[in-house]
């Protein structure tokens, strides 16, 4: 079934590069909902939260290629409808969510611009709860996840209670297995989350595991420009000052990718003007 619905949205995002976005939208929609009531017997809170990330990545396509999309109000309401019907089927299904699970849905509904509480009472903080009972077992990906989809709708799950929980975490978790854009969005959330009031604590934390990154041998770990100017934004914003060795480093990041650019650009200048004479006469033999 997981493999038939990543199809699904995957052939939705797709088919809105031809064809009409809300009419596709609602087809695939249907054929959700077709499945789901096939699939009673079958149907978990997995594939419902696979359900709600591959719509968000499928409308999200739509817009990109027809920007008047979110703007049609009747393609508006059929999304909140669709959203709606998926999380009712969720609701007996809560107490088997897990944190990849409430991560999921929680940043799936944010991408969509849809506060879960407005469509179902109360699920916003029902997934909260289920994100806070197994947040040993949540990512770093998952936890910044949740920190970006409260930044973004401004929430306040659990009158607090998950901030505590998340920022708890950060603390006193090992942050080794957290990528650059994990730190950077962590931070940038909270940033956004007056409410959050993160720690000393939890910011030298978080600052430290980006020092590392940037001083990695393994380029694939090395924050990128978007990282950085995000970390940097938040602890402005969050009156932090980072250390001197972690300022100096990622000065020196963005030095390197900047020298970086501007060698591939004139790559691309030297390859459209063709070969020099030099090289013309070197092929001719002159």
């Not at 030297?270 to 070969?275: F, L, M």
Request: net charge positive.
């Amino acid at each position: 079934m997981s493999q038939y619905i990543k199809e699904q949205w995957q052939l939705a995002a797709q088919s809105v590069r031809h064809s009409s976005s809300g009419k596709v939208m609602e087809a695939y929609y249907n054929c959700m909902d077709q499945m789901c009531c096939c699939s009673k017997k079958q149907l978990n809170s997995i594939h419902i939260s696979a359900i709600v990330n591959g719509t968000a990545k499928a409308w999200v396509a739509a817009e990109t290629r027809h920007s008047g999309l979110a703007g049609e109000q009747q393609a508006e309401q059929n999304l909140r409808d669709f959203i709606a019907r998926m999380l009712q089927r969720l609701e007996p299904l809560l107490p088997a969510v897990g944190a990849r699970a409430a991560a999921s849905l929680l940043w799936s509904s944010a991408k969509l611009g849809l506060n879960p509480n407005a469509l179902v009472p109360g699920m916003t903080d029902s997934l909260a709860r289920e994100f806070m009972a197994d947040i040993d077992a949540a990512t770093g990906q998952e936890l910044a996840s949740v920190l970006v989809a409260c930044a973004k709708l401004q929430l306040s799950p659990c009158q607090g209670g998950l901030f505590k929980a998340v920022l708890n975490r950060l603390a006193t978790a090992d942050l080794s297995e957290f990528k650059p854009q994990n730190v950077a969005n962590a931070l940038h959330s909270l940033a956004r989350l007056p409410a959050a009031a993160p720690s000393v604590e939890v910011l030298d934390a978080l600052c430290k595991r980006f020092s590392a990154l940037l001083n990695s041998r393994q380029t694939c770990e090395l924050p990128d420009a978007q990282n950085i100017a995000n970390t940097l934004w938040a602890l402005s914003k969050l009156k932090h000052a980072p250390s001197d060795e972690l300022a100096m480093s990622m000065v020196g990041r963005m030095v390197a990718l900047c020298q970086g650019r501007a060698r591939a650009g004139q790559g691309r200048a030297r390859a459209a003007a063709g070969p020099t004479s030099h090289q013309q006469c070197s092929a001719c033999m002159c």
